[in-house]
């Protein structure tokens, strides 16, 4: 969300001339926001419920990451399963142990 132009067309795959545009940015702002408000929900989630109610939402959590990163790494860029899809599986996995 606060990288520049450079960093983000680095990150995303993207030319670097097509990362610079003003619509561009701003997409890139807003999926920033949604990530880091997710993230925050994932923290906070821990310190608000505990017993099989933390399970079940932290299941729910991470079952959305996953899906939401197949989608980028199928849409945006492969690095994104590794980045995304890889950690939300094994966290899914472990929940379940």
Do not use: E, W
């Not at 906070?44 to 980028?72: E, K, N, P």
């Amino acid at each position: 969300m606060f990288a520049g132009p450079h960093t983000q067309s680095q990150a995303f795959d993207m030319p670097f001339d097509f990362v610079k545009q003003p619509n561009t940015r701003i997409a890139l702002a807003n999926q920033g926001i949604y990530n880091g408000a997710l993230g925050l929900l994932i923290i906070s989630t821990l310190f608000f419920f505990s017993g099989t109610t933390l399970l079940t939402i932290m299941r729910l959590l991470m079952l959305f990451v996953m899906i939401v990163g197949a989608y980028g790494g199928l849409t945006v860029t492969k690095k994104i399963f590794g980045l995304q899809l890889l950690p939300a599986t094994i966290v899914f996995i472990l929940l379940f142990l």
